[in-house]
């Protein structure tokens, strides 16, 4: 269990979901039917999750206009999640109530997940999608052609803060500075009641030559030093809303993610 909890050390479900399997284990530990227990838990918390993406995302899709240009960092959809995906799922959602829109794609470095991973999704669900840089997303905000930003989250916090991909934070300042709303998509098992703010969130740090190399060639010189937390803070103040399986919640988060 230890093993699997390093993994990944900021998502909150994940460690939800093991809290439930060792309860199981303490249930059934002695006994000859404790695989069984397991799978059938796993399967719970696997139908859990599904139903609460595939209810988030039709909430969402309600913020999304006929005509909407959409951007997303990293991914956030059916492979990342079980089933219906959280901000690509209210994209797909969106799409499916009779909605014309489009997507931009932040490359999300270093391992590209929205290279790889998003634009083949949104390809396969028939949903037009432009590739852009990381660094690029300023220009199109500035050029008016982004109408809102919808990311998922690893973990959030009592007070609304969210941890997400590395560039989410960067994301988020400018959207705000260019008027343009900010949504976070996550099933309410990712709110961490007990994390006060953000800085009570732990972040993952990962090798530096996920950074210093691609595919295991070098794109820098020898001995460069390199930084990789895999995710960063997004403040509350630069968060619009929240959207849950339970509703979609705004400020102020200290009150409504507790009651929701």
Request: aromatic share 6%; net charge negative.
């Amino acid at each position: 269990m230890k093993s699997i909890a390093g993994t990944r050390p900021t998502a909150v479900n994940l460690f939800r979901a093991i809290d439930r399997m060792k309860h199981v284990i303490s249930l059934y530990g002695d006994s000859p039917d404790l695989h069984d227990k397991l799978c059938q838990e796993a399967t719970i918390i696997h139908n859990e999750e599904r139903d609460a993406t595939e209810r988030l995302s039709s909430l969402g899709a309600s913020l999304i206009d006929d005509g909407f240009t959409i951007l997303t960092h990293c991914n956030a959809g059916p492979l990342a999640t079980t089933g219906y995906g959280t901000a690509l799922g209210i994209i797909i959602a969106a799409r499916d109530q009779g909605k014309t829109i489009k997507v931009i794609a932040t490359e999300t470095r270093p391992l590209l997940q929205g290279a790889r991973l998003t634009t083949w999704e949104m390809q396969r669900a028939g949903i037009p999608v432009v590739l852009i840089t990381d660094s690029m997303a300023g220009y199109f905000m500035y050029k008016r052609q982004i109408d809102c930003v919808i990311v998922g989250a690893d973990r959030i916090a009592l007070n609304g803060d969210v941890a997400n991909k590395i560039g989410t934070y960067t994301l988020a300042v400018l959207a705000k500075e260019n008027a343009i709303p900010f949504y976070i998509a996550a099933p309410y098992s990712t709110i961490d009641l007990a994390a006060s703010s953000g800085e009570k969130i732990p972040i993952e740090q990962r090798k530096p030559e996920e950074v210093t190399s691609f595919h295991k060639t070098m794109i820098t010189s020898y001995g460069v030093q390199a930084e990789n937390p895999a995710f960063d803070i997004t403040p509350h103040s630069y968060v619009t809303s929240i959207i849950t399986e339970r509703g979609i919640i705004t400020e102020p988060y200290c009150d409504n993610l507790m009651i929701s």
